[in-house]
């Protein structure tokens, strides 16, 4: 039987997305497990191209995955660029197109039009229902940073001055050394600490949030932690409003009430001035945090919203916070899916890939026929 080979894509069209699915280390262990792997070269991943190359890989040109044979398995990680041809291969990829996004249709009807199959990363399960590789963890720890470094900001500058763009790092420790000279300038200006509210701090989301404040040295007692039990009662919460950052990390799923509102927002206790909605989920009818509508960008983290009342108030919304980190995050995911992706030659008949075809086929099944 011939080798099944693995296409990796470059990432096209998402301004600082330096991370991949696959990394030289886990590109090494598919090889020698028997599959081919062809790379395309690509100026933008955190990994040179040849680093692939050292691994035994084929590097290719950028964008050929289109013309690749029909049975190669096209491996990605964000969202393909919007077209309209239809899609012939088997992707492995976010496509953020399950829950309703706005475009989803557009986005989803573009696999069955052209024969082709979604297996998308964020469905991809254990027996136990739990997500077998996730950038959670990065995502909370990134999304934390920039929210005390906006907080920083806030005070340190005019309101005309909003918060500026900002570049991928080398590492975490980098990461930190930068947060931790922003919070000293924000004390200086406050005579105080930040309180940071982090929701879903249980989760691999959560979790990386709450790291980043402790290790930027936000004291613990600043740090609330909640989550399934906090929240539980139903929302607005005026906690969150007399916090000063919000850090929101739940992994949404249907309705719920509304963590924070105008209405919650419009009172004399209002301390918040920064809400992280490291979740994302802007154009999702069921947003918890129905304070903005604009998903942000690392070269334009933040959004106003506007308030009534000083302080000022900014959401950062960005949707692939992980890029912040791209090479510790990339790492990271790669491994906890390698498992998976060493068994993609059989990827029809074992459990994690079955499963996320049969739920590609129940949501292709919700598709308005005007769509197919």
Same mark, same amino acid.
């Given at each position: 039987?011939?080798?099944?080979?693995?296409?990796?894509?470059?990432?096209?069209?998402?301004?600082?997305?330096?991370? @991949?699915?696959?990394?030289?280390?886990?590109? #090494?262990?598919?090889?020698?497990?028997?599959?081919?792997?062809?790379? $395309?070269?690509? &100026?933008?991943? %955190?990994? *040179?191209?040849?680093?692939? $190359?050292?691994?035994?890989?084929?590097?290719?040109?950028?964008?050929?995955?289109?013309?690749?044979?029909?049975?190669?398995?096209?491996?990605?990680?964000?969202?393909?660029?919007?077209?309209?041809? &239809?899609?012939?291969?088997?992707?492995?990829?976010?496509?953020?197109?399950?829950?309703?996004?706005?475009?989803?249709?557009?986005?989803?009807?573009?696999?069955?039009?052209?024969?082709?199959?979604?297996?998308?990363?964020?469905?991809?399960?254990?027996? #136990?229902?739990?997500?077998?590789?996730?950038?959670?963890?990065?995502?909370?720890?990134?999304?934390?940073?920039?929210?005390?470094?906006?907080?920083?900001?806030?005070?340190?500058?005019?309101?005309?001055?909003?918060?500026?763009?900002?570049?991928?790092?080398?590492?975490?420790?980098?990461?930190?050394?930068?947060?931790?000279?922003?919070?000293?300038?924000?004390?200086?200006?406050?005579?105080?600490?930040?309180?940071?509210?982090?929701?879903?701090?249980?989760?691999?989301?959560?979790?990386?949030?709450?790291?980043?404040?402790?290790?930027?040295?936000?004291?613990?007692?600043?740090?609330?932690?909640? *989550?399934?039990? $906090?929240?539980?009662?139903?929302?607005?919460?005026?906690?969150?409003?007399?916090?000063?950052?919000?850090? +929101?990390? %739940?992994? !949404?799923? @249907?309705?719920?009430?509304?963590?924070? *509102?105008? #209405?919650?927002?419009?009172?004399?206790?209002?301390?918040?001035?920064? %809400?992280?909605?490291?979740?994302?989920?802007?154009?999702?009818?069921? +947003?918890? %945090?129905?304070?903005?509508?604009?998903?942000?960008?690392?070269?334009?983290?933040?959004?106003?919203?506007?308030? #009534?009342?000083?302080?000022?108030? @900014?959401?950062?919304?960005?949707?692939?916070?992980?890029?912040?980190?791209?090479?510790?995050?990339?790492?990271?995911?790669?491994?906890?899916?390698?498992?998976?992706?060493?068994?993609?030659? *059989?990827?029809? +008949?074992?459990?994690?890939?079955?499963?996320?075809?049969? !739920?590609?086929?129940?949501?292709?099944?919700?598709?308005?026929?005007?769509?197919?």
């Amino acid at each position: 039987m011939a080798p099944t080979t693995l296409h990796l894509r470059s990432e096209l069209g998402k301004a600082l997305e330096h991370r @991949s699915a696959l990394t030289p280390t886990t590109t #090494k262990a598919l090889i020698e497990a028997g599959y081919t792997v062809n790379v $395309e070269r690509s &100026p933008e991943r %955190i990994f *040179d191209d040849e680093e692939f $190359e050292k691994a035994g890989a084929t590097l290719v040109p950028e964008n050929t995955w289109r013309e690749a044979p029909t049975d190669n398995i096209i491996i990605g990680l964000k969202e393909l660029p919007v077209e309209e041809f &239809p899609l012939k291969h088997v992707h492995v990829q976010f496509a953020h197109c399950y829950k309703q996004q706005g475009g989803w249709e557009k986005v989803l009807a573009r696999f069955p039009r052209g024969g082709g199959t979604l297996l998308d990363l964020e469905f991809l399960t254990d027996d #136990k229902g739990r997500r077998v590789a996730a950038f959670g963890y990065h995502a909370g720890f990134a999304g934390a940073a920039l929210a005390l470094e906006t907080w920083a900001w806030q005070f340190t500058h005019p309101a005309s001055e909003p918060f500026p763009g900002v570049t991928s790092y080398p590492n975490e420790d980098a990461l930190i050394a930068d947060v931790k000279k922003a919070i000293v300038a924000g004390k200086e200006k406050t005579g105080k600490d930040p309180r940071v509210l982090v929701i879903g701090a249980l989760g691999r989301c959560g979790g990386g949030a709450v790291d980043l404040c402790l290790r930027a040295g936000v004291p613990t007692e600043n740090v609330l932690k909640w *989550d399934m039990a $906090e929240t539980k009662k139903g929302g607005p919460f005026p906690e969150i409003v007399e916090s000063d950052i919000f850090v +929101n990390c %739940i992994y !949404l799923m @249907s309705k719920i009430p509304n963590f924070v *509102d105008m #209405k919650s927002l419009d009172t004399p206790d209002r301390k918040l001035s920064v %809400i992280c909605d490291v979740s994302a989920d802007t154009t999702n009818p069921n +947003n918890p %945090i129905p304070v903005y509508t604009v998903a942000t960008t690392f070269n334009e983290p933040t959004v106003p919203v506007e308030v #009534k009342t000083e302080p000022r108030l @900014s959401v950062i919304s960005i949707d692939h916070l992980p890029s912040l980190l791209p090479r510790e995050a990339s790492e990271a995911f790669s491994k906890d899916l390698l498992p998976s992706l060493l068994q993609l030659n *059989d990827w029809r +008949n074992v459990p994690v890939w079955a499963k996320a075809e049969k !739920l590609f086929q129940e949501k292709v099944a919700t598709l308005p026929k005007s769509a197919l």
